[in-house]
């Protein structure tokens, strides 16, 4: 089966009006610093009457009144990953649609792919529209756990609290070549899986407990974690820049996920990046896991680093390194 030409048309985002900066964490904490858990200034949380359905809505109709979508007939598809969903039975997707008056063929609402899950994404939905006859899709990335979870008094303490923040990033994919998608390339690495849990002692996450819920990653490990994070993420966008049939010097603006800054320096020198071409929102946002690179996509055509024509490339890992992902793109040629 020949592969469908998909084009990354639009992105928008909603963020939280709550802003957090690190005395909120700082005044707190009790734990020792590690490099793994440094360096944004401030974030924003979600709060208890923000639902990431809510943001996704917001944001979508912001891609549907720019292109002057039909949601009767220009929606096909809609994919969404959310940290923490709203509901622990149900996804996100068709409470968005319901409130858009979108009638997708398909609704998928994905838990796997974590902070690179856009890159998933648009695989499934090139896949989709190779199979379903669908020819457009809105793809939805929120991170909804620094307000849900690290926000709680008893976690505020901990290291990783502070890095995380929410927010929300739509995409509108079409079955053209208005702004091509030129490769895609996805890795799976399962012996990593079970390298970040939510814990906190106690019974497990859906039981009953005294403490809150938070997520961590093994501290034996997170060397480990680093260095493979350091290793996947280039060679992952090597071999998209590969697939496209580019070098580096091709690409106008490198998006990645954003977990610190020595991950956002160590990629981009890997790949012989400046760092102007970079574009990143850690320092006013923090880690928006899977949302940063909607979101990131969206401040790089804000601040002109992407320009139409340009090449983009997005690419990260997600969780502790079981899952590692690029795209190469082509900017709104048409």
């Known amino acids: 089966m020949s592969p469908v030409q998909i084009s990354l048309v639009d992105v928008a985002s909603d963020l939280p009006e709550t802003l957090v900066d690190n005395d909120y964490f700082t005044s707190q904490s009790d734990a020792p610093e590690h490099p793994m858990f440094r360096g944004t200034r401030s974030r924003r ?43 622990p039975f149900t996804g996100c997707g068709a409470v968005v649609a319901k409130r858009l008056g979108v009638r997708p063929r ?8 974590g902070c690179i899950s856009f890159v998933f994404m648009l695989e499934q939905a090139r896949a989709l529209f190779a199979t379903t006859g669908a020819r457009s899709a809105l793809i939805a990335n929120v991170q909804t756990a620094a307000g849900r979870v690290f926000a709680h008094e008893r976690n505020r303490r901990l290291p990783q609290s502070a890095v995380p923040g929410d927010g929300c990033g739509v995409a509108y994919v079409r079955a053209d070549d208005s702004a091509p998608v030129l490769s895609i390339v996805t890795r799976n690495y399962p012996d990593f899986a079970e390298d970040m849990r939510s814990c906190g002692g106690g019974p497990a996450w859906w039981e009953p407990r005294a403490e809150p819920l938070n997520l961590d990653f093994s501290e034996s490990k997170l060397a480990s974690i680093i260095a ?5 993420v280039p060679d992952v966008l090597r071999a998209a820049l590969d697939e496209a049939r580019l070098a580096p010097s091709d690409v106008a603006c490198l998006v990645t996920n954003q977990p610190n800054r020595t991950f956002l320096r160590n990629w981009r020198e890997a790949i012989e990046m400046p760092e102007s071409r970079h574009v990143d929102t850690f320092d006013d946002y923090g880690n928006l896991f899977g949302a940063a690179v909607p979101i990131g996509i969206e401040k790089a055509c804000e601040r002109g680093v992407l320009r139409p024509g340009d090449v983009l490339l997005i690419g990260g890992f997600s969780h502790a390194g079981d899952y590692a992902g690029a795209a190469a793109v082509r900017w709104r040629v048409h």
């Open 45 to 87: 949380h979600m709060g208890a009457d923000d639902t990431a359905s809510g943001m996704i809505a917001r944001a979508a109709q912001r891609i549907i009144d720019r292109l002057d979508l039909d949601v009767t007939r220009d929606i096909d598809v809609i994919l969404t990953n959310v940290s923490l969903p709203d509901e």
């Open 106 to 113: 398909q609704i998928v609402d994905l838990a796997n792919g």
């Open 228 to 232: 493979r994070g350091n290793r996947m």
